[in-house]
């Protein structure tokens, strides 16, 4: 046995018992879309100002939503984003980039007097003799129980349908719908409660399809790129609100003045979580008051944005850089990475698909339908647990090895790759590790985040930690040769058992004591499984 693997662990400052960054909380233009998996703004601009220089190139290849290159922009740097994902371009691009508000306000104006006359008339309520705007329609095992309303004011009114509201819910088919809205089949995947069988448009009512379709159709005529780029932003970012997706929450804890908590019965407006679950009891919300309301959030943080006097120019391919301040691809990784120079970029900093985690294509065909965008799911880096992609653990393995080894290409001697992985599969840690020796980069550090608040995501996966791990990479100036990775067990180091429980005893958090150990195996170049370090934890 080598004492130094023990020693080294139990030397570690025991005062340090918080993880290495903690993450403030979405807000402004990171709050406008959702997305999945989306990191913390501050931490991902704490490492691009630790590893870079103003000018410097940021390359992140998995760009999801887009954090990494908003942020290398914002703080004085080069963003080049690059996904599969066109939702994930879009939503990027939209982040980035100052807008006239002016413009988008006048152009708002002008869809609002097209449509939403129309629109409020799907939705009329009638009560003694005066007309209303129906905004909420609770649907309970098929039947239309309860309809909020209002007078165009926030003030909302409550009331059980009569037979009138019923047949006004019923009275729009989905084939009496003649402007465009998608029909696209979603892959079979249960994980995500899609079902090959059913189309993007089953995810919303008649009437809200409708309606939908309607703000497209203006939203699609657009002349002016940006501004038309702008609306199909604050729509894809609107329509979960206003899909059959939306759950209703029955029982909520409410804290009274003085500190004492009561249990609401009212039923209340969840949001679309994740996945395509339609549950049995759902709001249906009026479309319209979904799109103008985002509208409103979006306007507001890009009108904060333009006060910054930024205006960051997009360009058009990579040796615009000089001249301009990010560059987005929507392209497979793999493939546009054989296009760029040797020892072209000065930092990588990326969040790579993990397995199985979140299938981001699947994912996002709800918004990628609308945007009449045809995404390359051949080649998407993914583990699906969809039986009509065979999308397995060997496709997954070979395409994420293409990728490192071109960024370990493109990224300039002595330079350092970021990457964030959060798993609790032990192949996909070894693996992970092995390939990164195997290419040629050098380990540096090994850090932690923690979220500024849990999501549903976050808090029920099964594959997941409750951070995530930050591995800092070099590219060594000359090749180095490393030995293969070396598996540990737990058996060969009884003192390892007895330093978990003391530091359980001291306080520590189960992933306090996992990233102690972890950190001190891989800078050895020992691994163990992870699985078997979490049992030791658990029964210490």
């Not at 003030?155 to 009275?171: F, W």
């Not at 691809?329 to 698909?353: C, R």
Request: proline share 3%; net charge positive.
């Amino acid at each position: 046995m080598q004492t130094t693997l023990f020693e080294n662990i139990i030397k570690q400052d025991q005062s340090k018992k918080e993880i290495s960054h903690k993450a403030e909380s979405y807000k402004g233009l990171y709050a406008m879309h959702k997305y999945w998996g989306k990191k913390p703004f501050n931490i991902m601009a704490d490492f691009i100002k630790k590893y870079t220089s103003p000018n410097e190139i940021v390359l992140d290849p998995f760009c999801g939503s887009g954090v990494s290159v908003s942020e290398a922009v914002f703080n004085g740097r080069k963003g080049v984003g690059i996904d599969i994902n066109p939702s994930s371009i879009l939503i990027t691009k939209n982040v980035i980039q100052t807008v006239d508000t002016k413009l988008v306000l006048s152009e708002f104006n002008k869809i609002e007097a097209k449509v939403k006359d129309k629109i409020q008339e799907l939705y009329l309520v009638e009560r003694n003799g005066q007309k209303y705007e129906g905004q909420n329609y609770l649907w309970e095992n098929g039947e239309l129980t309860e309809i909020r309303y209002s007078n165009g004011t926030r003030k909302r009114y409550s009331d059980v349908p009569n037979q009138l509201d019923i047949d006004k819910s019923k009275e729009i088919s989905y084939d009496n719908i003649n402007t465009f809205f998608p029909k696209e089949n979603f892959f079979h995947n249960s994980r995500i409660n899609a079902n090959r069988e059913n189309k993007t448009s089953d995810l919303f009512t008649p009437r809200n399809l409708l309606a939908l379709s309607l703000i497209y159709k203006e939203i699609d005529s657009i002349s002016n790129i940006q501004v038309k780029d702008f609306f199909k932003f604050c729509f894809t970012a609107s329509m979960g609100q206003a899909s059959k997706m939306v759950f209703v929450i029955k029982r909520r804890n409410k804290t009274k003045e003085n500190g004492s908590t009561k249990i609401s019965e009212k039923k209340e407006i969840g949001s679309w979580v994740i996945g395509y679950w339609m549950p049995k009891d759902y709001f249906e919300n009026n479309a319209w008051t979904c799109f103008e309301n985002r509208f409103k959030k979006i306007y507001k943080a890009k009108k904060e944005q333009g006060k910054l006097g930024q205006n960051h120019q997009e360009g058009k391919k990579f040796e615009a850089l000089d001249k301009t301040d990010f560059l987005l691809v929507k392209s497979p990784s793999q493939d546009y990475l054989k296009s760029l120079s040797d020892n072209s970029i000065d930092y990588i900093l990326t969040d790579p698909p993990h397995g199985n985690r979140i299938p981001y294509l699947e994912l996002s065909l709800l918004w990628n339908s609308w945007l009449k965008e045809n995404a390359d799911f051949e080649k998407e880096i993914i583990i699906s647990e969809s039986k009509d992609r065979k999308k397995d653990k060997n496709d997954y393995s070979n395409l994420m090895y293409a990728v490192f080894q071109e960024c370990f290409r493109v990224l300039k001697p002595e330079k350092k790759l970021s990457f964030m992985f959060n798993s609790l599969d032990d192949d996909a840690w070894i693996s992970s590790v092995e390939m990164f020796r195997s290419i040629g980069y050098k380990l540096e550090l090994i850090e932690t985040l923690g979220y500024s608040a849990n999501s549903v995501v976050q808090d029920n996966r099964k594959n997941g930690l409750q951070t995530d791990f930050i591995i800092t990479y070099s590219k060594p100036m000359h090749p180095i040769s490393t030995d293969r990775l070396e598996i540990i067990r737990f058996s060969e180091y009884p003192e390892l058992v007895l330093k978990i429980s003391e530091l359980k005893e001291k306080g520590y958090k189960s992933y306090q004591i996992m990233n102690h150990i972890m950190k001190e195996l891989l800078s050895q170049d020992k691994f163990l499984n992870v699985t078997e370090l979490i049992k030791e934890i658990d029964n210490a």
